[in-house]
């Protein structure tokens, strides 16, 4: 499939909690990408981590790539309602970007 | 970085009629990217737009279906043909250049009816 597999399809955690998704890919990639999308608006940008990179952190988010394994995790730590949205990853094959099926996150107050 | 300006922002069409969506970037780019998200799905690429050649289309995806035009380096059009409601998708065209590498258009959703 072109776009991968992602896990979980759906979340949903209350408030505070953490939320951890995950994404892999089959071929090797030059870099991932982690969007949000919420309620079908637009793609928003969250992090960009490089195949020769392990981990990466951006506010509450933390990225991790682990190339061995050909995956990848996002996690939210302390979610708040404004979470709730979809994410995806998005894998950089060439100049191509492949998204994988998301996650649907649900943080509940 | 990149600002692309993607027409319409939203249409609803008659089955069997066409849609043609218009992608204007404020630079040069060397690729565009044309994406269709079904409701309740993530993006799936549709085909990658070089100026000057033929679009090179994914599987699944035909030229007779979904024609794209590249007359330069700014711009780009997808059509979709022969519409049915199983058509009815946002589609996003996308260039490699900004921050992220990848710039996004806002989208154009698209209901058959």
């Known amino acids: 499939s072109q776009q991968g597999e992602e896990d979980p399809q759906a979340l949903s955690i209350q408030e505070g909690e953490n939320a951890t998704m995950n994404c892999s890919y089959k071929t090797s990639i030059n870099n991932l990408q982690w969007y949000r999308q919420n309620s079908g608006r637009g793609l928003v940008h969250l992090i960009l981590?490089?195949?020769?990179?392990r981990e990466k952190h951006s506010g509450r988010l933390r990225v991790t790539l682990d190339t061995s394994k050909k995956s990848s995790s996002l996690l939210i730590t302390a979610s708040r309602a404004a979470d709730t949205a979809s994410y995806f990853c998005?894998?950089?094959?060439?100049?191509?970007?492949?998204f994988g099926a998301g996650t649907i996150l649900r943080v509940k107050s | 970085s990149a600002v692309i300006s993607q027409k319409p922002s939203r249409d609803i069409c008659q089955r069997g009629t066409s849609l043609t969506i218009q992608c204007q970037v404020d630079?040069?780019?060397?690729?565009m990217f044309w994406y269709r998200q079904q409701p309740g799905q993530s993006l799936t690429l549709i085909a990658t737009a070089n100026q000057g050649s033929e679009a090179t289309y994914e599987s699944g995806f035909v030229i007779d279906k979904f024609p794209i035009s590249r007359p330069n380096l700014t711009f780009s059009t997808l059509t979709v043909s022969n519409l049915s409601p199983e058509d009815s998708s946002i589609y996003l065209c996308?260039?490699?250049?900004?921050?992220?590498?990848?710039?996004f258009g806002s989208g154009t959703r698209l209901t058959v009816v």
């Open positions: 998005a894998k950089e094959y060439g100049n191509k970007l492949v």
């Open positions: 996308s260039v490699v250049g900004g921050a992220y590498g990848y710039t």
């Open positions: 630079s040069q780019v060397t690729m």
């Open positions: 981590i490089r195949s020769n990179e």
